[in-house]
């Protein structure tokens, strides 16, 4: 996809093209953060001879970046009155009377990546973006889910497929 736009109306372009970029650096988070944690525990046990806080912190970065990143990607295409960048926010300049096809396909992905992602945007909600008072003190009856690496591995997959089926509608000849 080197030129995100091409071949794209006009009305999903600009968004399509920002969805883009932003899953690009996700991908490029999770890549590193796999690279540096997730690669074995002698790797881990290096880190944390030479620096432990810094890679802690480093690693606690990265993971809270893709929990954010995929979070907000599955966000309402409205918050606070103002418009998000979201895949229902590509979703909705669809225009379903010219691609009826294009919205069903992309609508039922979407319900699928959501429910996929529901941990992820409980963690997001409780931990990353507000401080639930019972979570932060261990007394949550229901505490939040651990993330695991298959899941998130998952999720990315299905994003890729979600943002591929816009481009293949729009470009079925291309690679």
């Not at 046990?45 to 690693?59: S, T």
């Amino acid at each position: 996809m080197s030129n995100t736009k091409q071949n794209l109306p006009a009305e999903l372009a600009d968004v399509f093209e920002e969805l883009h970029q932003h899953i690009c650096w996700l991908h490029a988070n999770w890549l590193i953060f796999e690279q540096l944690f997730a690669t074995g525990e002698e790797r881990v046990e290096l880190l944390n001879e030479f620096a432990p806080i810094f890679f802690r912190l480093c690693q606690d970065s990265f993971s809270d970046n893709v929990i954010l990143s995929i979070a907000r990607l599955t966000d309402r295409p409205k918050s606070a009155g103002k418009d998000t960048l979201s895949f229902e926010q590509l979703i909705s300049k669809v225009d379903s009377a010219r691609y009826p096809d294009l919205e069903s396909t992309l609508s039922q992905q979407f319900a699928d990546l959501k429910t996929r992602c529901r941990s992820i945007r409980n963690v997001r909600d409780r931990r990353l973006a507000h401080n639930d008072l019972l979570i932060a003190l261990s007394l949550a009856p229901n505490p939040l889910p651990n993330i695991l690496k298959d899941e998130v591995d998952d999720v990315l997959r299905r994003i890729r497929e979600f943002m591929n089926a816009v481009w293949e509608y729009f470009n079925p000849n291309s690679e």
